[in-house]
C-alpha cells in the first residue's frame, strides 16, 4: 500500500487520518511492464517466424504467467497456429473473415478482451474446454497485419487493462520483428531468383510489399510499382533519372559514394536510413537495404526500400515522452537522487538544493552520506544492506540531513533499487519537511493548550486564555477577538495593535464582518487589493480570519494581521481553525451557563412573585372573610331591629311603613352582596359547593317574580315569563342567584 498520514483532531483528541491506497496490482503490473521491455530484446535476435513464435512464447510464460497461449501467423488471409503453451494448438486453417475470436481481432485491428466467451459468437471452444475468457492482440506494423498473440483463461472476466497494455507492448516489438525477418526473406527470395532469371526475379520484385529499385552508377534502370506510389513519379520519370533526384540534399553525396564504393566491390553498410523527397515536395522517411547484384551483365545495386513514417512517428513521440518525463523529474519539487555505494550518479536540481547545492552538476559525485544527520547513520547502513540482501527494509521513512550549509532539515525519503547502466542502485524521491514538522508541532502545541479554553467560565477568561495561546505557539505580529452581540462584531481583546474601532456592524465593510457573514475562513494576501478591507491597523499588509462556529451559530472571529504581504499558509489556517473549534465549544458552553444562570434567576424571581401574590391572595381571602363578617353583623341588628319595629304595623305610619322596606329591601341587597363576595373567594380557592335537587321550573319563576315584585311595582315595571312545567336538576339557591343578577 502507498500510505499518507497527517494528524486531525477527532471528538476532541489529536488523531492520525491516514489515506491508503491499494498499489499491489500498479506494482506487478510496472514489475511486468519492465520484465516484457527486458526480455523483448530477444526478438531482436530471431532469424525465423518460429523463433518469434518460441521467443513469444516463453517471454509471456516467464513474466506474464497465462494459463492458456497461443501464437498465430497470417498467410494469404488464413490464421495459422505456430505454438501454443497450455492448450493443444488448433489443427485446422481459419480463413481471416471465418467465425474466431482471434479472426476478428485480425479483421477490426483491434485488441479484443471478452470476459465471457460463453456470450461471444465468434467464440471457438475447440482449443480448450475450460476457458471462459480470451484476450486476443493483434501483431500490427502499420496497415499490417502479421498475426494475434492469443491468451485464454478457466476464469471469468480475467483479463484486465494492464494485461492488454502488455500484451499490446510485447505485440509492438514481434511486430518489428516480423517486419526484420520478412523482409530479409523477400530480400534473400529475390536475390535467389535473380540467379535463375530476369523475368522471375522481376515478377517478384513487382509483387513485394516493400518498394525495389535498382540503379547502375547512380541511375535507376528499375522500379517497382510499390516505389512508383511512394514516392509520387511515374516509372517512366524515374528510369534512367539519376538517384539524387529524390533523394534528399544532405544523404545526396552519401548515397553517391556508398552506390560508387559499393558497385567497385568495397564493404559498406547493407542498411541505412535517410530521406527521400517525393514529387509534390514533402520527405518521407526510409529504411534502404542494399546488395550488389549483376544486372544485364553490369553491377548494380538493388535496394528494398521501406517507408518508416510510422515508426520515426512513434520514436518521435517515445522521445518527447521521455522528454516530458525527464522535464518532470527536472521540474518536480520534490528532490530525486541516484546514487549507489559511493557516489551520486543522478540529480534534479530539487535533489541539490535540498542539500544546499545551486545546480544539479555540484552534487553528482559527491559522498551523500556526508549530508546524514549523525543520529540516522547506522540506521541507513541497516536499511542499505538489508535491501542489498533482499531482506525487509522500510520503503518510506523520516530522517534529518544536514545540508551543506550547516543547517539541518527534516526529510521523508522514498526508497527502491533500480537497475541504472547495468548496476543496481538507489534511488531515493526526497521531501523536505521541515515546515510540516513545525506545523504537526504547532497544531499540537495548540491542541494541547486549547483544553484550557475548557476551564474558563467567561468571555474574558477565552478571550485571554485564547490570546495567550497564539502568543506562546504562532508569535503572530498583531492578533484579535470578536464576539457577535446583537449584530455587531464587538472587540474583546487584541495582542500587538490598538484597533481604532472597538464595534462593527455584521453588515459593514470588514473582512471580519465578512468572514462571519460567509462562515468562511478568508486569507487576504494583500489588503490594499480586497474591497471589503477596513483598516484596524496602518501597518496591515496581509490579514487571516476566522470564523468561530458551532453548528450553524457564529459567535465571533479570530483575527490575526501581518505588516508583510502574503503571510499566511493554509498551516495557519487550519491552526487557528482549530483554535476556533475549541473557542466555539467553550464560548457555546459559556453561554449556556450564563443561560442557564439567567433561567434559575428568573425561575427563583417567579417563585417570589408567586409566594407573594399567594400571601396577597391569603390577605385578600383574609380580609374578604373579615370584611364580611364584620358588614354581616350590622346588617343583622338592622335587619332585626327594623323587623321589629314594623310587627307592629298599627304605630306607624303609611311612610314609615315605607321607609322601613327600602331599610329592609337594602339590608337584603347587602346581604346578597355580602354573599356574592363570599361565593367570589371560594370560586378563587376552588372551594365553592353546589346543592342538586329537583326543582320545579313553574315554582323557580313564582320565586323569583315575588322577590322582585316590590322593585317593579314601585318602578311601575313588569316581567313577563313563560315556563314550561317541568322538573330540573339544578342548585336552586345558586341558579335563583343567577337570574337576580342578571335581572
Known sequence: VEVQVTHIAWNGEIAALGILRDITHQKLFETRREGVYQLASILGQSNTIEEISENTLDIINQVLDYEYVSFHTIEEENLLTVGARGIVPYDQIIHINDRSISARAAREKTTLNI????????????????????????????????????????????FTREDEMLLELLALHVASAFERVRTNAERKDIEHELTKSEEKYRSFMEESRDAVTVNILGKFVYVNPRFVDMIGYSEQELVNSAVSKVTASEYIELVKERTRRRQEGEAVPAQYELELIRKNGSRVPVEFNVALIEYEGKPASLSFIRDISARKQTEIELEKTERRTQKLIELSSDAIIVKNDVEVLFSNDAGAKLFGFNHAEEIIGQFLDDFYHPNYIDQIKRYSEARRQGDYAPHQYEMKIIRRDGVARDIEIRVTLIDWQGSTVSLGIMRDITDHKLFEDRREAVYQ????????????????????????????????????????????????????????????????????????SLNIPDVRKEPSYHEASPNTKSELTVPIILGDVVYGVFNVESGKLNAFTREDEIIIE?????????????QRV???????????????????EKELSQLKTRFMSTATHEIRTPLSSIQGYTEILQYDQSNLTEKQSQYFDVILRNVHRLSVLTDDLLDLQKLEEGRMTVNIEEVVLKELQMDVMNEFAPILNEKNQTVQCDCLDVVIKMDRLRIMQVIVNLL
Do not use: C, W
Open 115 to 158: 470476459p465471457d466467451v460463453r456470450e461471444d459468437p465468434d467464440y471457438l471452444p475447440a482449443t480448450s474446454p475450460n476457458t471462459l475468457s480470451e484476450l486476443d492482440v493483434p501483431i500490427i506494423s502499420g496497415d499490417r497485419v502479421h498475426g494475434v498473440v492469443n491468451v485464454e483463461s478457466s476464469k471469468l472476466d480475467y
Open 449 to 520: 493548550l486549547a483544553a484550557l479554553l475548557n476551564q474558563a467560565i467567561s468571555v474574558e477568561e477565552i478571550t485571554q486564555k485564547a490570546l495567550d495561546i497564539v502568543s506562546v505557539v504562532m508569535d503572530y505580529e498583531m492578533v484579535s477577538f470578536q464576539t457577535i452581540e446583537n449584530d455587531y462584531l464587538v472587540v474583546q481583546g487584541t495582542r500587538g495593535f490598538e484597533p481604532i474601532e472597538k464595534r462593527i456592524s455584521i453588515d459593514g465593510v470588514s473582512i471580519a464582518a465578512k468572514a462571519a457573514r460567509l462562515k468562511t
Open 578 to 590: 482549530l483554535l476556533t473549534q475549541h473557542m466555539a465549544s467553550a464560548l457555546e458552553r459559556v
Open 594 to 612: 450564563t443561560e442557564k444562570e439567567a433561567y434559575e434567576r428568573e425561575l427563583l424571581e417567579g417563585q417570589i412573585r408567586l409566594e407573594q
